[in-house]
């Protein structure tokens, strides 16, 4: 029996959490010229935030789809293919069957870049960033002022830095990527990220 969408995204964002956390691991013992000691207090940490965090985002994903479609419904030009079925590699030949209908599925530019913007740059980028702060000062105990700290000293500087992957990678994703694999293709851009957070809550 096939696992459902956001089951499988949740297997395979868990198995790409902790696979980075491990390589974060080895690479801050590496460089700072010690001998690696798993930190399976840390590992497990990070289990915990992808297990709680991607259906989270996965509906995220879908409330964004939603609200912001992605393709829209235009007169078709006589004589044109629509751009959805460019891309799936069909021809059409002078004797196949008439397409009488009138419209056509193209894709919404100004709803992708809206999308784009409220998920990468904006409302995502605050969702994931206070997700991951607020979840991971409780996991290690800390108290409700020492998190409200590392809300106000470190957000923004996480955010800034995730400027540096996340735009190219959400811009793709909303553009190319159907809505239920959006996350499964997001989490494996996220490998280089999620070493950049195991590195990022070892200094917390």
């Given amino acids: 029996m096939p696992l459902s969408p956001i089951v499988s995204s949740c297997l395979l964002s868990l198995g790409i959490g ?3 956390n491990i390589i974060a691991q080895r690479l801050k013992a590496y460089n700072a010229g010690i001998p690696f000691v798993f930190d399976d207090g840390l590992f497990f940490r990070f289990a915990v935030l992808s297990v ?4 989270v985002n996965y509906y995220w994903q879908m ?3 939603k609200t912001f479609p992605g393709w829209k419904t235009a007169p078709r030009q006589p004589g044109a293919a629509s751009e959805s079925d460019a891309e799936k ?5 002078d004797d196949d069957k008439k397409d009488d209908s009138k419209t056509v599925k193209v894709r919404d530019w100004w709803n992708i870049f809206k ?3 409220a998920d990468c740059i ?3 980028a605050l969702l994931n960033t206070a997700m991951f702060l607020i979840l991971m000062g409780f996991m290690e105990g800390k108290s ?3 998190i409200q700290t590392n809300l106000q000293v470190d ?3 996480i955010i800034w830095d995730s400027y540096k992957i996340w735009p190219i990678a959400n811009f793709i994703s909303t553009t190319y990527c159907p809505v239920e694999k959006r996350i499964v293709f997001l989490s494996f851009c996220g490998l280089i990220w999620n070493v950049y957070l195991t590195l990022v809550a070892t200094e917390l």
Wanted: a positive charge.
């Fill in 18 to 20: 902790c696979a980075s």
């Fill in 52 to 55: 709680i965090t991607t259906p």
């Fill in 63 to 65: 409330w964004l789809e």
């Fill in 89 to 93: 590699g069909l021809s059409f030949k």
């Fill in 115 to 117: 999308k784009w913007f």
């Fill in 122 to 124: 904006t409302l995502g």
């Fill in 144 to 146: 409700q002022a020492q």
């Fill in 155 to 157: 957000m923004w500087k």
